[in-house]
């Protein structure tokens, strides 16, 4: 059993070493990156590509190596030689991809990529258009020479090469200079004598010469001048001058090997009083230099890697073309500026900062968050309270509106039932009298029922007027027709009138003011609603008086029927003007009447109303505004 136990461990074991070994060679076991650097990887810009590339693919399992050539410590060809010959010993397997750092790298190397490395897909990440042809050139830092030179990309044709272009953004950083600093009148340049440098240099020249003819330029260099030579012309510069590093590498031998290390970085923030300024990323976070314009290390670093990528995925370099590393922006440090008294007023709005003070809302971000996630909380409350109130309205609303349908049928049922009622009482009085009529020898008798038969043709004939009046209303076709009216003459007609249509005993009185009046206004639909007033009274006054009349208001006239009759009762009130409504079926009408008269007082831009109390009659009442005119003076009488 135990023999068994250990077979299995065994093989499970090996199950998991392979897995794991399959895994952690995805590619080739030989294949590895190898970063040629020009100089050494101590400069913040570079050493940020290496550790970048190396943190990138030493994940994915290839190895990343790097050489670092020290070029400006070379003296001659022998130099040269010794170094291709020792880089040629330590890679017998070529690399499967190779990034030279600087041009000059590559002119170095070219032996190797005339021979060994000749096939090896290669980036070139370089500042410069024009590179000298032979490595003597080099050397010697001939850069006066135009027939020692030739176009980078010319010199790489031939070769399984890409570039990756870090241009100098000069114009760009000098116009941010001069943002920053009115009274700029010269530049200071800083460098050391290495080749690069010297390129540099030129390029800088060229440049002020073409867009900055009004400024001054002077060259601080080694070795003409000691670091403290350096340091001493800083602290005579004043705000007028703007200080551009470069470099200042320095030799240093150790071991009887050459380095460069550059060592005036932070001392030059110490020494120079107006800010200095930089043509690429060395790093402003630490506040020794006051920014430029330039790529910044991160973003060329990623346009490396997925130059390298490419590569690795099996696309040929020379298959990728040259391209710019990134995009340049102005970059900036915020403190260095301020300590070097430069005015927050003239800092470039579009630039990136790096140590600024925290903004109020930086500052208090947390308590703002806080105070806006309560104050979200609180609106998130008062909208679901008010949603909740307004769909409770909207309920209580859909309720009326379904009340108020449920009445209107009710009451379009009641009319309908009404009205076949109502047409067919004064037809059945007509037929039946017609044919008492027509068998009747009384004279008496046939004026009896001929004056019957007029009463309900008046009748049949106002049902069947409010029906189209009603029908007009509700098509929006209620037509009016503006004229001259005499008012007082349109009461006493009306007057006379119903003088007949009142019960015995009753009094029909008119009022009108002492002057007639006279209005524009719509005569015929003002004679209709006094009409239904007079017509209400008389059917509903037993005993007592009907009063009419007029009088003048601010804007207007008033007019009003009072009558002794039954009254209304104060729950009917709220409904007298409402369609179909009939508070005694044994009266005869349509129930339509008050509500057309509702209509038309408000189509003149009147208002209407009624007081009563049940058991002592009713006042009806409507306003119109107009302009009243006076003629002759009128008295008031009484018709009974």
């Known amino acids: 059993m135990i023999v068994r136990m250990k077979r299995l461990f065994f093989i499970v074991y090996l199950i998991l070493l392979t897995s794991r070994s399959l895994y952690a060679l995805p590619h080739d076991k030989d294949d590895y990156i190898l970063v040629v650097h020009s ?24 190895s990343v190596k790097g050489e670092e050539l020290s070029i400006p410590a070379m003296r001659d060809t022998t130099d040269v030689n010794k170094k291709v010959e020792l880089l040629r010993k330590k890679y017998p397997v070529p690399p499967k991809v190779i990034v030279c750092i600087g041009d000059p790298a590559w002119l170095v190397c070219q032996p190797l990529f005339d021979k060994e490395w000749k096939n090896v897909s290669t980036i070139i990440c370089h500042s410069q258009e024009l590179i000298p042809t032979q490595i003597e050139y080099l050397l010697d830092r001939d850069l006066q020479t135009i027939q020692h030179m030739a176009y980078t990309e010319d010199q790489m044709k031939s070769y399984n090469a890409t570039r990756l272009v870090q241009p100098l953004y000069i114009k760009e950083t000098i116009e941010t200079i001069k943002k920053l600093q009115p009274e700029l009148n010269r530049i200071v340049f800083i460098r050391d004598n290495r080749y690069i440098s010297l390129y540099t240099q030129k390029e800088l020249s060229k440049t002020m010469q073409a867009d900055f003819p009004d400024l001054k330029l002077e060259v601080l260099s ?70 430029g314009h330039y790529i910044s290390e991160n973003d060329f670093s990623k346009s490396v890697i997925a130059t390298v990528r490419l590569i690795l995925e099996g696309t040929e370099a020379r298959n990728i073309l040259t391209h710019i590393g990134g995009t340049a922006h102005t970059h900036l440090n915020y403190q260095h500026l301020l300590s070097h008294s430069i005015e927050p007023s003239h800092f470039p709005i579009n630039a990136i900062y790096y140590q600024q003070p925290p903004t109020f809302f930086q500052k208090y971000k947390i308590h703002l968050f806080s105070g806006f996630a309560i104050i979200c909380l609180l609106i998130t ?98 037509e009016f027709t503006f004229t001259n009216i005499d008012v007082s003459a349109l009461l006493a007609t009306l007057a006379q009138t119903f003088k007949s249509r009142t019960k015995q005993g009753v009094i029909l009185e008119y009022s009108i003011p ?22 209400n009274a008389c059917k509903f006054t037993m005993e007592g008086s009907i009063k009419m009349g007029y009088e003048e208001t601010t804007d207007g006239l008033r007019f009003y029927v009072t009558d002794t009759g039954k009254g209304i009762s104060d729950e009917n009130i709220p409904h007298v003007f409402e369609r179909f409504a009939k508070f005694d079926n044994f009266i005869q009408g349509t129930g339509l009447g008050l509500s057309i008269c509702m209509t038309i007082v408000k189509r003149l831009n009147g208002e209407i109303g009624v007081e009563s109390k049940e058991g002592k009659g009713s006042t009806f009442w409507f306003t119109i505004p107009c302009e009243v005119h006076h003629e002759n003076t009128v008295t008031s009488e009484s018709v009974q």
């Open 39 to 62: 100089i050494n990887f101590s400069e913040v810009w570079t050493q940020g590509i290496y550790e970048a590339i190396n943190n990138t693919f030493a994940e994915e399992n290839i």
């Open 381 to 478: 409350i008062a909208v679901l309270r008010f949603r909740l109130y307004f769909q409770k309205l909207k309920r209580e609303e859909e309720r009326r509106e379904k009340e108020k349908a449920e009445e209107a049928n009710r009451l379009k049922s009641a009319f309908l039932a009404n009205m076949s009622h109502e047409i067919r009482t004064p037809l059945n009085a007509i037929v039946g009298f017609s044919n008492l009529i027509a068998h009747s020898e009384s004279p008496e008798d046939t004026a009896e029922f001929c004056q019957i038969i007029e009463t309900n043709n008046e009748l049949l004939l106002q049902l069947i007027n409010d029906i189209l009046d009603l029908s007009k209303i509700e098509a929006d076709q209620l």
């Open 222 to 291: 080694t070795p003409a001048l000691s670091t403290e030579n350096l340091l001493d012309s800083l602290s005579l510069c004043g705000k007028e001058t703007g200080i551009i590093y470069y470099s200042w590498f320095i030799f240093k031998n150790t071991h009887e090997n050459h380095y460069l290390i550059d060592n005036v970085q932070k001392m030059t923030n110490s020494f120079s009083q107006p800010p200095v300024y930089i043509l690429a990323d060395l790093n402003i976070e630490t506040g020794n230099f006051a920014g």
């Open 514 to 535: 002492e002057q007639p009046c006279f209005i524009y206004s719509e005569k015929t639909r003002l004679t209709q609603v006094i009409t239904n007033f007079l017509t």
